[in-house]
């Protein structure tokens, strides 16, 4: 039903959406409710999926796009291909993030704090917007371009690091603050 409204261009209160990802989410509870296992795999064998799946998704961008924020894709079968592709993709990265200790602790941080990112990762652009435009010696109005200013080059990298790395660090110290002041009260009383 998602797709046919997708072909209709049709959209009411982004119900094509749900009806696009709907499957999606009823794929993964059933797999679950199946109590889908995997046996133990060793790391070669975690290596070779992560190849195969990273394999199929490079050439599937290249036969077609799917773009879930407009509800368009080329048709169901390949949607749903290159969802659950995505998945195991997915799913075995995480097994190698697992692996590293650093890397687990710096993601589980990222995840923790994934809503901050969210909410300010726009505004935290435009401190690289705004540094591009005092190096360049460009008018300070050009920092309003949305959502970023630089487009070209290597500019990406510094927009990724200062939209995520500010936004953590503002969340850990407002949770590390919000602990102190609880603390407070909690003596106070």
């Keep these: 039903l998602g797709y046919i409204c997708s072909l209709q261009q049709y959209s009411f209160l982004g119900l094509d959406k749900v009806l696009s990802y709907y499957v999606l989410f009823h794929g993964g509870v059933v797999l679950q409710k199946m109590k889908f296992r995997r046996p133990e795999r060793n790391s070669w064998a975690h290596l070779v999926i992560l190849a195969i799946s990273f394999t199929i998704l490079f050439f599937c961008v290249r036969i077609d796009r799917i773009a879930l924020d407009e509800n368009r894709y080329g048709n169901p079968l390949f949607f749903l291909l290159v969802s659950f592709v995505g998945w195991q993709f997915c799913y075995e990265t995480a097994y190698f993030i697992n692996k590293w200790k650093i890397f687990e602790k710096i993601m589980v941080c990222l995840g923790q704090n994934t ?71 909690i003596r106070i009383k």
């Design 115 to 185: 809503m901050a990112i969210v909410i300010l990762h726009f505004l935290c652009f435009k401190i690289v917007s705004y540094v591009g435009v005092m190096i360049k010696g460009e008018p300070i109005s050009a920092i309003s371009e949305f959502p970023v200013l630089y487009k070209n080059g290597y500019w990406w990298l510094a927009y990724l690091f200062v939209g995520v790395t500010i936004p953590v660090l503002a969340s850990l110290f407002w949770k590390q603050f919000s602990s102190i002041i609880k603390e407070r009260k």
